[in-house]
């Protein structure tokens, strides 16, 4: 029979309290609303840096629940339960590819969604709606020493930088109340993200005077240098641990081809499970790019070349200790519910709690999705019930907190 191992209390004794037991069954008896949400939050337009009309829509569907909800300086859409400690279930508001018109979410013969987004995160955002309506519909649940606090937060995919969570965990008035996050990202429960992929994204541009490519021929080409700083750090060796990648995800410059480029730039991608091989890795960018001047100033007759590194996001890598009380819950919940479920490494909103060393994982939100940051992205809402009633059960173990084995002493909900 399984257990939590931090309070002590067995999850299927919780299961079957009254009020949470309504609430687990609220979540199977009205899939045909959250299916509806789901839908009319995936037509709200939020691209990253554009997410204010879809946060603006939050907010009126958690007041319209009956929470007590604002939007915060960095344009996260926040509801209250209480008024703390608080337990943070989190899913971010911005999608990759932004939609066009509403006609791009569609619902297939066969049940499946459609759209832009539609998975990553408009699987995470109904979950949010799911867990605000039910906790308002099942007033018997349990009185909790935690409150809950529910968070549609902006900035987390690409150049977003996860600044709505940067926000939340460092300059919000609210981040000395927080104990813990449950991060709700996509839809697949297989995964438990307990390490934080770390990521450092830079912009290299190179400039010079152009000219026309043959009366001004010889004049040094940045269009020439930058290419040479992507072959260069793209032949960096990487070891097989701790595991690394390097990406030039972007190449732009120029202005015809029979011009000689006055400016070229191009956005490079450096990620890993080790903040010091990160170091590593841009000291190596930055010496290609130096490398890369040197070479066409040497070349050039005249008009020489010049480089600038520029950094545009940092994303921590961290980890969540192996005996941490989140993943004990986590745990305890999967063997109640029958999840089989493993620990993995990616890079979510729950970087930046980790790397502050508060307590915090990334799961998904029931259902099936896939095709992420394509415009043929897909979720599927069968046994979406299924991860739903995971958060609730995980939430109310995290509310409750307890005392972790072995250590002798009470802790926080996740500490």
């Not at 050039?300 to 819950?329: C, D, F, M, N, W």
């Not at 046994?383 to 072995?406: A, F, N, S, T």
């Amino acid at each position: 029979m399984p257990t939590n191992a931090a309070s002590g209390v067995n999850v299927r004794d919780l299961a079957e309290q009254r009020g949470v037991r309504e609430c687990l069954r609220w979540l199977t008896r009205e899939k045909q609303w959250i299916n509806e949400m789901h839908l009319q939050l995936c037509r709200v337009p939020a691209p990253t840096f554009l997410e204010q009309e879809r946060a603006q829509w939050f907010l009126e569907q958690y007041r319209s629940l009956g929470w007590n909800a604002s939007i915060d300086r960095a344009g996260n859409a926040i509801a209250f339960h209480g008024d703390g400690p608080y337990v943070a279930l989190t899913a971010h508001l911005d999608t990759v590819i932004g939609l066009r018109n509403r006609d791009e979410v569609t619902v297939e013969a066969d049940g499946r969604f459609r759209g832009p987004g539609v998975s990553d995160n408009g699987a995470g955002l109904a979950a949010l709606l799911a867990v605000a309506r039910a906790w308002k519909s099942c007033p018997e649940l349990p009185e909790l020493p935690r409150s809950l606090m529910l968070v549609a937060n902006v900035g987390e995919e690409g150049e977003g930088n996860l600044l709505g969570m940067r926000h939340l965990c460092k300059q919000s008035p609210l981040a000395r109340k927080i104990e813990s996050f449950l991060v709700v990202d996509g839809a697949n429960t297989g995964h438990i993200t307990t390490r934080a992929l770390g990521s450092r994204r830079f912009e290299m541009s190179f400039s010079g005077p152009g000219g026309h490519s043959w009366s001004d021929y010889g004049v040094g080409n940045p269009l020439h240098a930058l290419c040479r700083a992507v072959t260069l750090f793209s032949d960096t060796h990487l070891d097989g641990f701790p595991k690394s990648a390097v990406n030039v995800g972007l190449i732009e410059g120029g202005a015809s081809v029979n011009a000689i480029a006055q400016f070229a730039r191009a956005k490079v991608d450096i990620r890993s499970e080790s903040n010091q091989t990160m170091d590593a890795l841009v000291g190596m960018l930055g010496e290609a790019m130096e490398r890369a001047r040197d070479l066409e100033n040497q070349r050039a007759t005249s008009g020489k070349v010049a480089g600038k590194l520029k950094e545009i996001g940092s994303r921590p890598a961290a980890t969540l200790p192996e005996h941490a009380a989140i993943l004990q819950y986590v745990r305890a919940v999967d063997a109640h519910l029958g999840i089989r479920s493993h620990l993995d490494c990616s890079s979510t909103d729950a970087n930046i709690p980790l790397s502050l060393g508060i307590p915090a994982v990334a799961i998904g939100a029931g259902g099936v999705g896939g095709g992420a940051h394509t415009t043929q992205e897909w979720f599927r809402p069968e046994g979406r019930d299924l991860g739903l009633k995971r958060i609730v059960l995980i939430l109310l173990l995290l509310m409750m907190g307890g005392e972790p084995p072995g250590t002798g002493a009470p802790s926080g909900p996740g500490r």
